[in-house]
Each structure stands twice: as C-alpha cells, then as structure tokens.
C-alpha cells in the first residue's frame, strides 16, 4: 500500500497534559480513513498537527514522501493537503461564491480571476449543490449549507489530501445523507479522505480504515467491522464490563425511590436554529430514584438536561413534582429543588472551596449555611482539606466531587448530571459514582447524563438510550445494559437499531 | 460574480468615479469660498489617508494606528528629497518607497501582535515619528518646519490643487475597489474573516499582513506628498499622533472595508466641523454628538446606509461595489 499520509511516534504535551502520545498512523493512498474515539482523545490534537497547526513535541509527519512536521498550514495548502473546521470557519463577509473563489486566489492570476478559475468555481459550487444560493451572504446558510461550503472551499484548492473534522456535526437525516453522497463522489474523484466523526453511522458506512484513539493513544486500527467486534474498543466507548460487576459488588445498587413520579418530561424537542437537537423526548425520574440517560455524543443528552433545567428553549412539557417548568424562570428551579451540575463542572475557579459551596446555598441564613458546610465537609472528606484553596488549583476529580456538593447546598430533590466522568481518570470515575450512590441513598433522586453506560448502568435504577435526539430504549437498568441497542448507539450497529 | 460581470461592474465604477471627480472638479470652484475650497482640498487629503487606513484595518482587520506617521515620512521624504536636487516624480516615487519601506519595517516585528497589542505599538510608532520629526533639527528643522517648497509650483493654488488631488484620489479609490475584488482583495478579506480558514486556503498570513503595510503606507506617503504640493510648508504638528484618531474615526464613521466609506467618513468628519462653526464651542461636542449616533445606529457606518439605500431603489443582484455591499451585509 502506499501511504499518501504517515504519522510515526507523534508525541504532543501541553505543558503536564499529554494529549497525544506515540500516535502512529498510516493514510492509503485513495482510500476514506476515519478516527474515532471518546471525548478528549486527542483526535483534534491529532487533526492540528496534521495540518501544521500545532508542531509535534515528538515525531515525524510525511505527506506524499516529504517531511512537513513543521511546515505551516498555508504551505501544506499549497500541497494538496486541505482541512475543514469542526465549527465551519467560513468568510462571513463573502458571498459563497466569493467564499469558494477565495480559495483559488493561489491559482490565480495576481491581480484577477480568469475564465479557468470563474468556471471551476462554478463546477465546484454545482457540485456541492450550492448554485441556489451562490450569492447569498455565507454567514446567513444554514448549518447543512455551512458545512457543504466548508467542504467545497476545501475542494476549490484541488487537493490530494482532505481532512473532515466531524463533517456531519449538527446536521439532519437528509443533510447527512447529502453529505455521505458528497463525500463518496469526493473520494470517486480520486483523493483521499481523513476523517473525524463522532456519528458511528456515518463512519461504518464511508471508512476504509479506522483508528481509535483512547486517551491520546492508538488503541486500535482496522476496518469497519474489525473495529465494531473489537473488545478494547467497546471498552473504551462503553466502559469495562469486569469493572461494572466489581463496582456493583463494592457500592451496589442505587435506590429504586418511592415510585412517586417527580420528574415528567414529555415531548421535549430542542431546536438550534434548524437543527432538532432532541426530538419528542419523554421520560420519566421518580422520587428517590437514580436514572441514567446514556447515549454517543452528540446524541442530544446534555441538550436535553438543559431544556429540562431551562437553560435551553425547548418545546414540550416538563412537569417537576406535579407543576409545570417550562413558564418558571431559571433561577428560581433551585428554589423548588432542581440543581444541576453542568458538564466541565464550571466552578467559580478564582474562588476558594468554601466560597464555592456558599454559592450554591446564595441567601440562606448563616447557621444553616454552616450546617450545610459541615454536611459537605462530611460528605466529601477531601474538601475538608482543601477548603482554602482556590477551586482551578483543585484536580479534575476533586473538581467535580466540588461542583456535586456545590449543587446538594441547595438540597435538591433532584440532581441533575452532566457527564461527571468526563476527562477523569477511571479510578476517579468510581470514587465519583459510589459518592452519587450515596448522596441517592439520603433520599435525593438523580437524573445522570453519561457517556460512560456501563459504568452509569452497574450503579443506576433505570436507564434511557438517546440517539441522534430520540429515545430508541428504556427500562431497568439490567435490561437496557443488555440491550443491543445501547451498543447500537454508540458503535453504529444500525441495522440492530431499526 | 463571472469574470465577465465582474469586468462589467468595474468598468461601470470606473465611469462613475470619474464622472463624479470631473463634476466635483467643475462645480466646488463655482459654489465654494476659497476657504472652503481648500477645506475640501483638506478633504481630498483626508480621503487618500483614510483609503490607505481602509486597507489595513478595513479590508485585513489589523488594528493599525499608525496612519500618520506614514503621512508625516512621505511629506517630508518629499520634501528632503525635493531640496536634494531631485526632480518632482523622483522624489515622489522616493518618498512613497520610503513609506512603504518603512511600513514593511513596522509589519514585520508586529506580526505576532493582534488587536490592543498592534494598536498600541503601532501608535508608539507614530510617537516615535513625531518626536523624531520635532526633534532631528538637522534634518526636519524642528518644531518650525519647512517652507517655502516649492513643489509643482501650485502651493495655495486651491482651484488648481483641486484637479489634482481629485485625479490622484480617483485611481487611489478605483485602484482600491479593484483590488478589493481580485484574488488579494479575498485574501485580504479572509484574513480579517478567519486567519486560520485563510491560512487553511494557502494564504501566507505573515506576508499578507507586511503587505497591508506596506500598501497603507504607500497610500500614506502618497497623502503625504499631496500635502506638501497643497501647502507649500510642512510642520511635525500637522502629522502629531493625536490626529491618528481622526482617520480611525473616519474610516469606522464612513464604514470600514468600504472605499465609499472612505470618502463618506472624511468628508463628513472634515467638512461639516467647519460647517458647523458658527455653533462656536460647541460645535465639536454637537459633531461627537452626530458621530456616536452614526456608530450607534449604522454600525456599518455611512457607506452601509448610503448602499442599502441604493440597493433598495436597484433591482436586485446588481451591485457596483461588491466589497462595500458584503461588509455592509456582515455588519448588518
């Protein structure tokens, strides 16, 4: 096979954090290549120091033969190597056209467009089926549009080489379809493709080769079906199914409530623009209960705790302990007991430990506030040590042990949960969710967001499986972990998932 | 925009333009004081200065303050080179190259600089020049100035300067527009847009920026000159780094990345102070007054309105400056 693109020993430390290490990659020449991986992989790490963004702490990086590990975008521009933004980087004050032409300013006369390159815009524009609106103003297109001018501007500098940065983020069922349909005819055309894409569908349909990144190493490579089979790989998207049976064993099972309905949601649709980001969503959180909410990224998870926490417009009912939410103002959900954690906790970072849980009980009254202090400190012991610090001087785990008992000063009914796991060690992720278990066991009901399922589904009651904004399974939690559908979700077995 | 429409539209600007200088030529004479004549020479000036202000921070996005100096460098090395011995063109060509050269200078250690950054250095720039203007007696004469230059023998010939100048800021302006449109105009336009999606299309950003500055320092230099050819005498107080704030409030006033704002901008922010003189010491808190609802409410400045007004009365799809009608479009 020969190798348009190779990656050999690709080291890159920021700082302490090391987001690649020894990544070693190989791109065919003609060939659709997709990586995947878990959030904070190092995908895009890998994606900016393909393109020059970024110069490799260690290693080498060879395009069609030559070195260019140092070699400045704009330079591998010029040869054949182009690269889309996962957030469209478009020239908002130009037209699509203009946008497009843009690109052909190197193969253009200096001080003028000619008939050559006027007509392979055209072809382009055409191709990508954006002629309708070739004089539009880019900044008004739509996300589908957006990401097909993303790629038409990629294709105007006639490249060898094309790197898709989650090409497929944001869009619809016919927009994907569209895009899947540009992206092969793309490749018909004889260049080769390097892709990062969360939605699994896409990438089990397009890829010739796949490669898993796990913690900024290459934890497999293979094709389509190699990958979906790969025990390693399924670990690393669903959690591990040894580690499941030990943390059942050591903190059991969550409380299964009083059965008293708390929280109904029904019908819940979030819409960005004109993307569904949650479509009709229903479910259901009991007094007591703990119910996790799983599914791939991008699925509309966290889309769907912000609706429910009013942080994002959303239509549908959402009725909490028998009144409805959707007219209350947001701050005032605390006051009828709903806290919500959000995803990357979002401490006040210049305040100290126990300014932070101050916050979360703003206006109670100072001997209740010191009880609930002491509450904490109890429930938390490693606070208690660090209640001086300031809160970004804390590790990631003991961030989010803060930002937990930021949200329980309010003493909520229901604790809302935004990816806890995210970017924590595994050790940590279970030091995390026995402490869930036991904040649920003192009565407080929990609606959990997570990537990690089976880790959320060894310690929850129920579960939900989002995918791409719906709801494609529920039940107790031993029946959803045992669903292939949940795996569907998340690796793209799509097929079991109709 | 085919090559073709795109020739068309030019070709229409360009008739435009000149049909709007030889008119401006024939009538301000006619209907002006000779002091307000050489307010609209001033005018004229302002504009050249303000057109080469657009290219860097209109059209490319960096934050450059230091327009004036490039005026003081070029008048003076007119000037210099003039006392020299050299003839006219030479030392015109001589000074515009020493604008540019020194631009070039000033772009390349600023690269890195984004924003406050590059608008701070730019502006101890324009200090350093003034103060070397004020303080290299040898050269400059200092704090007096220089006078009696001769120049092209038309200092204090108001009528005739006006010719002049408005020849000289019709091709700055169609030469602007016409860039604006070609492929270093979109390179200009995508850095200012997104550097990274520009560098992602093969723009060098680095050379891109230098270039910026030497082209608005050309355009400076070439202001100065005019300057000199004007007035005859020069001073370092007509190029202080205070006045830099002027041509900023010009080019965001008229519309930014639009040469119609140029002159929209310079004419308003030149012409109606003195206009409204007989308001006494108010007169310039009445025309901060104006300037701040103009930001406030066009933040595409003059050039936005004038066009969306135009575009409304046109059929659509037809537009004669492309850049000015997209940034209006941004903006709005």
């Given at each position: 096979m020969n190798a348009l693109l190779e990656l050999t020993g690709v080291t890159k430390r920021f700082g302490g954090l090391t987001a690649l290490e020894g990544a070693s990659l190989s791109v065919a020449q003609g060939t659709i290549h997709a990586v995947i991986g878990p959030n904070g992989s190092g995908k895009t790490t890998l994606f900016n120091i393909i393109s020059g963004i970024y110069i490799p702490t260690e290693g080498e990086v060879r395009f069609a033969g030559a070195v260019?590990?140092?070699?400045p975008l704009h330079q591998l521009a010029a040869m054949g190597l182009a690269r889309t933004f996962q957030n469209t980087r478009l020239f908002?004050?130009?037209?699509v056209r203009q946008n497009v032409l843009a690109a052909r300013h190197g193969r253009a006369h200096p001080w003028r467009f000619d008939q050559e390159n006027a007509r392979r815009v055209e072809e382009i524009i055409q191709f990508v089926g954006l002629a309708d609106v070739a004089?539009?103003?880019?900044?008004?297109?739509p996300q589908g549009q957006r990401r097909l001018l993303e790629i038409a501007k990629a294709l105007a500098l006639e490249p060898r080489l094309v790197l898709l940065d989650?090409?497929?983020?944001?869009?619809n069922h016919a927009e994907t379809a569209r895009l899947i349909e540009v992206i092969r005819q793309i490749h018909a055309r004889g260049m080769t493709i390097l892709l990062i894409e969360h939605e699994m569908e896409v990438v089990m349909t397009l890829a010739d080769r796949i490669t898993v990144l796990n913690f900024g190493k290459v934890l497999a490579e293979g094709s389509p079906a190699e990958i979906q089979s790969n025990e390693a790989v399924i670990e690393a998207y669903l959690g591990r199914a040894d580690r499941e049976a030990e943390l059942h064993t050591q903190i059991g099972r969550a409380a299964e409530g009083t059965g008293a309905p708390l929280l109904e949601v029904a019908d819940l649709t979030v819409r960005y623009g004109d993307i569904e980001a949650v479509r009709k969503v229903s479910l259901n959180v009991g007094t007591g209960e703990f119910v996790a909410l799983l599914g791939n990224n991008g699925a509309g998870k966290s889309s769907t705790l912000k609706a429910i926490a009013r942080l994002a417009q959303a239509s549908g009912s959402v009725r909490f302990a028998g009144q409805e939410l959707t007219k209350e103002p947001t701050e005032r959900l605390v006051g009828r007991g709903l806290a919500l954690v959000p995803e990357r906790r979002r401490l006040f970072g210049g305040l100290t430990v126990i300014e932070n849980l101050k916050i979360g009980a703003y206006g109670r009254p100072h001997t209740e506030l010191a009880r609930l202090i002491e509450e904490m400190l109890e429930l938390f012991p490693n606070l208690r040590r660090l209640s001086a610090s300031l809160a970004f001087s804390l590790s990631g785990g003991e961030q989010q042990m803060l930002a937990i008992a930021r949200a329980l000063m309010s003493r909520p009914r229901l604790l809302l949960l935004d990816e806890p796991s995210l970017g924590l060690a595994p050790l940590l992720v279970e030091q995390v969710f026995s402490k869930l278990v036991e904040v649920n066991r003192q009565g407080t009901a929990i609606l959990l967001v997570e990537q990690n399922a089976r880790m959320a589904l060894s310690v929850a009651h129920r579960g939900y499986v989002l995918s791409s904004g719906r709801i494609v399974a529920e039940g107790t939690a031993a029946e959803v972990a045992r669903d292939p559908r949940l795996m569907g979700a998340y690796l793209g077995h799509g097929e079991a998932a109709e | 925009m085919s090559t073709e429409a795109n020739s068309l539209t030019m070709r229409t600007l360009v008739i435009l333009v000149i049909a709007v200088a030889i008119l401006c030529g024939l009538l301000l004479p006619r209907f002006l004081s000779v002091y307000y004549l050489q307010v609209a020479d001033v005018t004229l000036i302002n504009i050249l200065l303000v057109l080469g202000l657009n290219f860097i921070l209109g059209f490319g996005g960096q934050m450059s303050l230091a327009q004036c100096a490039f005026f003081g460098i070029g008048a003076y090395a007119f000037t210099l080179l003039q006392a020299a011995g050299m003839p006219v063109p030479v030392a015109a060509v001589g000074a515009i190259a020493l604008s540019a050269a020194v631009g070039m200078a000033l772009g390349w250690p600023t690269l890195r600089l984004k924003g406050h950054y590059l608008a701070l250095c730019t502006l101890a720039f324009a200090l350093i020049v003034e103060r070397l203007l004020v303080n290299w007696e040898g050269l400059?004469?200092?704090?007096n100035g220089i006078t009696?230059?001769?120049?092209?023998?038309?200092?204090?010939?108001n009528d005739k300067m006006l010719w002049v100048l408005l020849a000289v800021v019709a091709s700055a302006y169609l030469l602007q527009a016409w860039i604006a449109n070609g492929p270093l105009g979109l390179r200009i336009r995508a850095l200012r847009d997104d550097s990274l999606a520009a560098q992602a299309i093969g723009v060098d950003v680095s050379r891109l920026k230098i270039m910026l500055f030497v082209i608005s320092a050309a355009y400076g230099g070439l202001a100065g000159i005019c300057y000199v050819l004007l007035r005859g005498y020069i001073s370092p107080d007509v190029f202080s780094w205070q006045s830099t704030f002027s041509y900023l409030a010009m080019a965001v006033v008229g519309g930014l990345g639009s040469p119609l704002g140029a002159v929209l901008g310079a004419i308003l922010y030149t012409f109606v102070p003195e206009l409204l003189r007989f308001m006494q010491e108010y007169y310039f808190a009445v025309f901060g007054v104006m300037v701040i609802l103009v930001i406030t409410f066009f933040p595409a400045g003059l050039s936005g309105m004038v066009l969306s007004v135009l575009r409304s009365l046109r059929r659509p799809g037809k537009s004669f400056a492309r850049s000015d009608v997209t940034h209006h479009e941004r903006a709005a």
């Open positions: 260019v590990t140092s070699k908002a004050s130009m037209t004089d539009t103003s880019a900044a008004s297109l989650e090409p497929h983020g944001g869009l | 400059t004469n200092g704090a009696a230059i001769p120049g092209i023998g038309l200092a204090g010939e």
